[in-house]
């Protein structure tokens, strides 16, 4: 919660009168991100709604049923909206990099459901390590040295995208999951395990080792990034 709220108060991420938007994929990012956000409700001083939002991507196997169930407990309106983004990605153009593609497909379901449900804002689940890891993706496949900003305003669409998590490294949200008992619904992807954000998370976790606060030192320089824009 510390994490969370030091990064709304930071980069004026919510305002009152807000309507959030969560992605709710089921992994244990967006579950930690809908459970703080759905608890800062209660004392935050800017007041504000939360919806939670699933895009199915049409995989067989991906079962819904826990989500409700945790959207119900936190008293938080759910909507699942079915799609065949899988079938179009894999069967269709048959992608060799499919994690693009699917990305887009799937911010646009989000960001079409958000504005049907007069939302003005989208809460992503990135956190520290996918901050990190965007940076050198970019850097090393793209040649540029950026990554993506705490808030984006999306002027095609009027929605303003927030990463509340930006603060939080990956292993304390596996931590928070455990300790707080929540099931993550698996979403079987069959380029898991394969992608060039893998191999980056490898090539990170590895100078983590050969150099002492190797991450946070990114972090910290991702952050005067961020004060300059």
Not at 22 to 46: C, H, N, Q, T
Not at 179 to 185: G, L
Request: proline letters at 4%; aromatic letters at 10%; one cysteine or more.
């Amino acid at each position: 919660m510390s994490y969370v709220r030091s990064a709304a108060d930071e980069y004026s991420m919510i305002c009152d009168g807000d309507r959030i938007g969560v992605g709710l994929s089921g992994g244990k990012d967006s579950l930690s991100l809908l459970a703080a956000l759905s608890s800062m409700r209660r004392f935050y001083p800017k007041k504000f709604e939360l919806y939670a939002v699933t895009i199915s991507l049409g995989f067989p196997g991906f079962d819904c049923d826990t989500l409700v169930r945790f959207c119900a407990g936190l008293n938080v309106p759910y909507h699942i909206v079915k799609t065949d983004i899988a079938d179009v990605v894999f069967n269709i153009r048959k992608e060799k990099n499919p994690c693009s593609l699917c990305a887009n497909m799937r911010r646009g379901a989000l960001n079409n459901t958000l504005i049907s449900l007069g939302c003005n804002k989208s809460a992503l689940g990135h956190n520290r390590d996918d901050a990190i890891e965007t940076f050198f993706l970019s850097l090393f496949y793209g040649g540029r040295a950026k990554t993506f900003q705490p808030v984006t305003y999306l002027d095609r669409t009027d929605i303003t995208v927030i990463r509340p998590l930006i603060y939080v490294p990956e292993n304390e949200l596996r931590g928070f999951v455990r300790a707080n008992n929540i099931k993550v619904a698996t979403n079987p992807c069959p380029a898991d395990g394969n992608t060039k954000r893998e191999h980056i998370k490898r090539f990170v976790k590895a100078q983590a080792k050969e150099f002492e606060s190797f991450e946070s030192k990114i972090m910290n320089a991702l952050r005067e990034q961020w004060k300059v824009k």
